[in-house]
């Protein structure tokens, strides 16, 4: 038997605090376009920024909404299987000081970087549907 309830433990308290921070932080509010024509240097430049900013915002909330799902799931994955958790989702490797960083992780380093490497994410098309 290779539990180790102290550490384990230890990630569950990490584990809900960040989830506590996550939903402290509520819905990030996605700017509304702000034209301020003294800050930037014209129409285009203040459209592309307007476009940039909200851009970041929905990154953001995508971030905090898949940091909360994989939250979530390593807290499902602590109840159901202690015994496993802790291991790369990939490889079984234990993935080791990653976990003290970022309790929710499901790779390994190495796995994480072959997962990286490949495609960048899907599509970005879907930022806004408006026509
Ligand atoms: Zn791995």
């Known amino acids: 038997m290779n539990s180790r ?10 584990l809900l605090e960040l989830r506590a921070e996550i939903l402290s932080e509520g819905d990030v509010a996605i700017e509304p376009a702000r034209t301020d024509p ?9 459209q592309a ?3 940039m900013n909200q851009v970041i915002a929905s990154k953001r909330n995508r971030e905090r909404t898949t940091a909360l799902a994989r939250v979530q799931a390593a807290l499902k994955r602590l109840d159901e299987a202690p015994g496993d958790f802790g291991l790369c989702g990939e490889c079984g490797d234990p993935i080791g000081k ?3 960083v970022m309790p929710y992780v499901e790779l390994c380093v190495e796995c994480q970087h072959a997962r990286d490497g490949s495609p960048k994410g899907p599509g970005r098309r879907h930022l806004r549907d408006f026509r």
């Open 49 to 51: 920024l307007a476009e």
């Open 38 to 46: 003294t800050a930037v240097g014209g129409e285009d430049e203040a």
């Open 98 to 100: 990653r976990l003290e």
């Open 5 to 14: 309830p102290a550490t384990l433990e230890r990630l569950r308290k990490r």
